[in-house]
């Protein structure tokens, strides 16, 4: 129905940048919602940015991203970006994109496969 295509993960020393995207595709209608979630090691998975469509995108961060993580949206192209700066060690996790999409099934939440972003001192 909904595929989520990751990419731009990878190695990044502590103080750098990674910037990651996500392509969906697929019979979707609209979005309801699009951002990003991410997994370190023993850990549950946790929001880290999320863009609500209602009249006017709204974007909710995590606490510990604010002011360093940026979260966009290309309407045209369905894709989401996150900008992440100064990056810290304990940024290290596996990075899912998320969105809540309107198809001819309905309305659901769907997940891409994940991309790994790994800080080093």
């Known amino acids: 129905q909904v595929q989520l295509v990751e990419s731009g993960g990878g190695l990044v020393q502590a103080g750098g940048s990674l910037t990651l995207s996500c392509a969906a595709s697929?019979?979707?209608?609209?979005?309801?919602?699009m951002g990003w979630y991410r997994q370190a090691p023993g850990k549950q998975r946790e929001l880290i940015a999320l863009i609500i469509n209602a009249n006017v995108d709204r974007v909710t961060y995590a606490d510990s991203v604010k002011g360093r993580f940026t979260a966009s949206r290309n309407n045209a192209k369905d894709t989401v970006y996150l900008q992440m700066n100064n990056l810290k060690l304990e940024d290290t996790a596996v990075y899912y994109c998320?969105?809540?999409?309107?198809?001819?099934?309905?309305?659901?939440?769907?997940w891409g496969q994940g991309t790994q972003v790994t800080v080093s001192p």
């Open positions: 697929g019979n979707i209608f609209s979005f309801n919602a």
């Open positions: 998320y969105c809540d999409a309107n198809t001819a099934w309905g309305g659901r939440g769907y």
